[in-house]
C-alpha cells in the first residue's frame, strides 16, 4: 500500500504541476481608452500614456486594445493600445458618420442611412478631413488638386480722373501756369468703352511787346484741347479712336483733330498707355504724342513716368506717385495721385506773311498801317507739381 501511494503522488506530481503552473500565469492586461480633449488616454496596467488624434471627437468607441475616434465629419482615427499607444490608421470614409458604437464586439458607423459595420462602409474618394497632426501642421488625406482660384472680374463701369499741374516758367520771360488733364471713361462689361478727355488751362507772366520782326513776348496764353473716344477694352489690351480739337501753338488757331489711344497690360497692374493725335488741317499735321508706363510697389502703392508734347502748346515730363485711399479697384475705389518733375506751355506768334511774325492790319505795304501780331511768343517751361484723382464710382 505504502508503495502504491508514493507512485500515485509522484504522477500527480508530474501531470498537475504543469497545470497549476499554467494556471498562475498572468494574462496580458487589457488597455482601457478615456477621452480628453483632442487626445485619448491610454491605460495598460498601471501605465497612461497620452495619444493626440488632432481633432475634437464627436464620438468614441473602444473594442478590446483598439479604440475609434470619429473627427467628423468622415474621418476615423484608430489607436492602438499595444505594443504602445499609437495612431495606427487614419480612416477616410465616403459616408457621413454620426456617431460610433460597439454592438457584440463589433465597432458600428450611424450614418445618414442607418447602422452598419464601420468596416462596411467604403472609403472616400474625395478629400478628407483636414486635421492637425502632433507638431502643429496640418495635412489631409486623399486631397483633391485645388483648383486655380477664379480670375478677377475685369473692372468695367465708370472712371473719373482729374490731375491738375501747375510749375514756374524761368525761360527768358519767366511766368506761372496751371493746367488740367479731366477724363471721363465708361468701360462696359462686353469689352465696348466710351470716353472724353480734355485738357485746359492759362498761363501768365510779364508782357513784353517786342518788334515787328520778332512779335511780343510773354504774357496771358491759354491752353484748351478736347478728345471724344470709342473703343475695345479687354482686361490686356485697349485701343480706342477719336476725334476733337484743339488751340495750335501758333496763334489762335484751333483745329480739328484725330488721336489714337491705347493700353497694354491689365488696370491697376503693369501698364503703358500712350497718346498720340493729329491735326486735321493746317501747316503741321502733329498735335501730341505722349505716354505713361506704371507698376504696382504695393496693393495700394504705384510708382510711374509719364511725358507728353507736341504743338497742343502743354508738354510734361514727371514722374507719379499714386495711392489706394479706399476701395479694391471696383465701384467705390478712390486712388489719390501725385507727380513732380517739368512742365511748359509755349505759344508763337502767327507768321502769316511768311517773312515777318507781325502785320500791318491796314493799308498793307504801307509805313502808316497798323501793326498786329496774332499770338506771343511764350516758353513757360521749368519745374512743376501735379495732384489728382481717379475716382471709380
Known amino acids: 500500500m505504502r508503495g502504491s501511494s508514493t507512485a500515485i503522488a509522484l504522477c500527480l506530481a508530474l501531470f498537475a504541476g504543469p497545470a497549476l503552473a499554467e494556471g498562475d500565469e498572468e494574462k496580458p492586461a487589457e488597455a482601457s481608452f478615456e477621452l480628453a480633449g483632442s487626445s485619448v488616454i491610454v491605460k495598460v496596467g498601471d501605465v497612461e500614456q497620452t495619444v493626440r488624434v488632432g481633432c475634437t471627437p464627436a464620438s468614441f468607441a473602444a473594442v478590446v486594445n483598439t479604440a475609434y475616434v470619429l473627427c467628423a465629419p468622415n474621418v476615423v482615427v484608430v489607436v492602438d493600445a499595444l505594443p504602445k499607444p499609437h ?28 447602422v452598419k459595420p464601420l468596416d462596411e462602409i467604403a472609403p472616400s474618394t474625395a478629400p478628407a478631413l483636414v486635421i492637425v497632426t502632433e507638431n502643429g ?63 485746359f488751362g492759362a498761363g501768365t507772366g510779364s508782357f513784353d511787346a517786342g518788334s515787328r520782326s520778332t512779335g511780343p513776348f ?8 478736347f478728345e471724344a473716344h470709342v473703343g475695345i477694352d479687354m482686361r490686356w489690351f485697349a485701343i480706342s479712336i477719336g476725334f476733337g480739337a484743339g488751340l495750335r501753338e501758333q496763334g489762335y488757331d484751333v483745329e480739328p483733330s484725330f488721336a489714337i489711344r491705347g493700353r497694354g497690360g ?96 491796314f493799308f498793307s505795304g504801307s509805313p502808316l498801317g497798323d501793326t498786329e501780331c496774332l499770338g506771343t511768343n511764350v516758353d513757360y517751361l521749368g519745374p512743376a507739381v501735379s495732384l489728382g484723382f481717379i475716382w471709380r464710382p
Open 266 to 361: 491689365e488696370i491697376d497692374g503693369f501698364t503703358f498707355t500712350w497718346h498720340s493725335s493729329f491735326m486735321i488741317q493746317g501747316p503741321n499735321a502733329f498735335g501730341v504724342l505722349g505716354g505713361m508706363i506704371e507698376f504696382p510697389l504695393t496693393k495700394t502703392w504705384w510708382l510711374g513716368a509719364d511725358a507728353e508734347l507736341g504743338n497742343l502748346r502743354y508738354g510734361r515730363f514727371m514722374v507719379d506717385l499714386r495711392h489706394r485711399l479706399t476701395g479694391n479697384g471696383y465701384s467705390g475705389t478712390v486712388d489719390l495721385r501725385a507727380s513732380v518733375g517739368l512742365a511748359y506751355l509755349q505759344t508763337s506768334a502767327s507768321d502769316t506773311s511768311n517773312k515777318d511774325r507781325c502785320f500791318n492790319a
Open 87 to 114: 495612431v495606427l490608421q487614419r480612416r477616410a470614409l465616403a459616408s457621413h458618420v454620426i456617431s460610433l458604437s460597439v454592438k457584440d464586439g463589433v465597432v458600428m458607423a450611424r450614418t445618414d442611412s442607418g
Open 137 to 199: 501642421t496640418t495635412r489631409s488625406f486623399r486631397e483633391r488638386p485645388r483648383k486655380p482660384p477664379p480670375p478677377k472680374p475685369q473692372i468695367s463701369g465708370l472712371e473719373i480722373g482729374l490731375l491738375g499741374t501747375a510749375g514756374a516758367g524761368v525761360d527768358t520771360h519767366p511766368g506761372v501756369f496751371t493746367f488740367f488733364d479731366a477724363s471721363l471713361v465708361q468701360r462696359f462689361p462686353f469689352g465696348l468703352s466710351l470716353a472724353a478727355y480734355g485738357t
Open 218 to 225: 510773354g504774357g496771358d496764353v491759354q491752353v484748351g484741347a
